[in-house]
């Protein structure tokens, strides 16, 4: 004991010698105690030394130096290297930590006492170890070039597992690269798991490998600022949390999952022991005001991004691929298939640039379970996968035609479409919407309730009906499909153009509107139960003609015929609008405008040349061009097979243009 007081007793005389730092070691752990803050140390019973709170047993000591290593307060880091890890505690906090090192394993206990904030930087790389941390408080983990693979688990099969239920900052510093794989076994959530609320933040690189389930798994919700995070493969969803996922910048990419990309669910029940109501508790829902995503999912019935809640994209460029086919649904008995984005509650978009592709049998673009409004951004779907149809025992086939699925209803049948909505839609302002579909049964936008376009840009190639409005018995919808301003470019290869299953009301905007041959039609209403297409305004052009029995308030127009591949202009007033017709379509061509218009067309003998003004529909429609040449086309008066009949001028051009 004499030796060791005299050691002790040096040391301090070291430490007033004016050395900055005491450094204790014991196994694998260096504490480190400015000299400024030490203090009194007492040396106890010859067994106990206490330093600036931190009790330490004599006997665990391995050496204890003074040197001029700098210490930062509230700090500890961790240093993997092989097999083993190394531990250093900033003194200020070593009296509420307890650490534990177990080869490259490591675990720290932070104390319910500890009431400051910690930040943890783990660095190095082992192919075999962890770090695991739990406690009360929140916390900072920094990585700093490291790469974390768990082999054999000790405290977790996680390669990162922050037990503590608050918030948790986690920040691959600018500059590094950093690698997580968790264990082959183990019941791990994730491969990096925080239990509370995690924040992504710093300008690193995060790769993540999920061999159990997810890559990343919070409780809580995440946020996603500045780094870029790649899940490399994962066994379940690629990011999961629970309450919200908000995403202001930075990058996502999601390669190799067994399941969605990402998926917010819903957390769980409140306090009072009620099932949380998402619109109450900012819960299950998706932000992404920022970034880039960039989504491949190729599991049957995967979603790229799928909220419980509601979602809201204002921002970003996100591009999602889905692959997998349908499935069939043994607990809701039904089928159900890929969506690139998927919402159980609601779905807005203002600002941001997607690109969704689904190739697998009867994905889909966008699914939303409640309504879908766009007043912004660009969005561009792609389906090419045919429709997927069930059994009684739910056996699972394609089916490649679309009279076919008639035989089915609808728990029996998942279709391909670009946006399939069973609240209502509501497109208005600057939303630009470009769909294409193919496939058996490949409809365009449908919606379970109602349409209503107001403004923005729509345009939609389709196999099956290009815009449906429609319905389902006891949920309140009426199907029917208004459109009072924007663009609207509809065009159907197998059915209509625009369908409504209740009334459709053409006020305003421009359409162009193309259907398939008889009984198909370029604008379609219910007329079997008594429905009605109304056209009180706005510019039409229908290849196919209109619904037998419209009620047209503002006069229509039509061709003795039309030819394909060619380029018309329909002039009214100051305003022109050159459109390119199709190569295939019904036989009727119907025009009207808010005044008697002129139709001019491409033809061999007077040759037609159109430049200048503003291309919209992708190119197969141009407003107010430069026009010369042509040859004119008669317009005799049409009334829609028997219903309505010339009226007085309504609607107008539509603004902003």
């Known amino acids: ?38 203090g009194d140390m007492t040396y106890s019973g010859g067994t106990t030394l206490t330093i600036m709170g931190n009790q330490f047993a004599v006997s665990d000591i391995d050496a204890m130096i ?53 930040t943890y930087t783990l660095t190095g790389e082992t192919n075999d170890g962890e770090f695991y941390m739990s406690g009360s408080y929140k916390a900072t983990v920094e990585l700093n070039g490291l790469t974390l693979a768990n082999t054999t688990p000790v405290y977790s099969g996680a390669a990162i597992h922050i037990q503590n239920g608050k918030r948790i900052k986690v920040k691959p510093l600018t500059g590094t690269v950093n690698t997580l794989v968790d264990a082959a076994t183990g019941s791990q959530k994730g491969c990096l798991y925080v239990k509370g609320h995690a924040e992504f933040a710093q300008k690193g690189t995060l790769n993540v490998t999920g061999r159990v389930k997810h890559a990343i798994k919070t409780g809580e919700y995440m946020t996603l600022k500045n780094a870029t995070i790649n899940v490399l493969s994962a066994t379940g969803d690629g990011i999961n949390c629970a309450e919200f996922f908000l995403m202001e910048s930075g990058t996502v990419n999601i390669v190799g999952t067994a399941d969605d990309g990402i998926q917010c669910d819903l957390d769980g029940t409140t306090s009072t022991g009620m099932t949380n109501n998402h619109e ?88 939303v379970d409640g309504t879908f409004t766009a007043t912004g951004g660009s969005v561009t779907i792609k389906t090419s996968g045919h429709a997927v149809v069930a059994s009684s025992t739910g056996t699972l086939s394609t089916v490649t035609s679309s009279r076919q699925l008639e035989n089915y209803d609808s728990d029996h049948k998942s279709s391909p479409k670009g946006i399939k909505i069973d609240g209502a839609i509501v497109i208005s302002d600057n939303a630009l919407i470009n769909v294409t579909t193919t496939g058996a049964g490949g409809e365009g936008i449908e919606s379970k309730y109602s349409i209503d376009i107001t403004g923005g840009q729509v345009i939609v190639n389709a196999s099956d009906d290009a815009i449906n409005a429609s319905y389902e018995t006891g949920n309140g919808g009426s199907g029917n499909l208004t459109v009072s301003g924007g663009y609207v470019y509809a065009r159907s290869t ?16 421009l359409v162009y509107a193309i259907g398939s041959s008889t009984p198909e039609v370029a604008i379609d209403a219910n007329s079997e139960e ?81 430049s200048g003004g503003t291309e919209i529909f992708g190119g197969v429609g141009i407003i107010n061009p430069t026009v010369s040449g042509g040859s004119s086309v008669s317009l005799s008066s049409y009334t829609g097979g028997g219903g309505g009949g010339p009226g007085p001028g309504g609607g107008g051009w539509p603004p902003g243009w």
């Open 1 to 38: 004991m004499k030796k060791i007081s005299i050691i002790f007793a040096a040391l301090m005389l070291a430490l007033t010698a004016g050395a900055q730092t005491l450094n204790v070691k014991t196994g694998s752990v260096t504490y480190l105690f400015p000299a400024a803050q030490t």
């Open 66 to 118: 003074v040197d001029d290593t700098p210490v930062t307060d509230n700090t500890v880091s961790v240093s993997y290297c092989g097999s083993s890890a190394s531990v250093v505690i900033s003194g200020n906090v070593a009296q509420y930590l307890t650490p534990e090192v177990n080869g490259a394993h490591v675990s720290i206990a932070q104390s319910d006492n500890l009431a400051e904030e910690i």
């Open 280 to 367: 109450d508790e900012d819960s299950g829902n998706i932000y992404i005001e920022g970034g880039t995503v960039n989504i491949c999912v190729t599991a049957n019935a995967a979603k790229g991004i799928k909220s419980e809640g509601d979602m809201t994209v204002s921002g970003g460029e996100i591009t999602i691929t889905t692959s997998g086919g349908g499935v069939w649904d043994t607990d809701k008995s039904k089928t159900k298939s890929s969506a690139c984005l998927g919402a159980d509650g609601n779905m807005v978009i203002s600002g941001g640039t997607l690109n969704l592709t689904s190739t697998g049998a009867g994905g889909k673009g966008i699914n």
């Open 494 to 509: 197998g059915n209509d153009g625009l369908d409504a299953n209740g009334n459709c009301y053409i006020k305003g905007g």
């Open 530 to 610: 008594q429905k009605k297409l109304y056209v009180t305004g706005g510019t039409i052009v229908a290849i196919g003609g209109l619904e037998r029995g419209a009620s047209l308030s503002q006069s229509c127009y039509s061709a003795q015929s039309w030819t394909r591949n060619t380029w018309y202009v329909l002039t009214w007033g100051n305003n022109s609008f050159a459109f390119k017709t199709p190569a295939s379509g019904g036989s009727s061509l119907v025009v009207s405008a808010a005044s008697t218009p002129t139709l001019k067309m491409n033809s061999t003998s007077n040759s037609m040349t159109i």
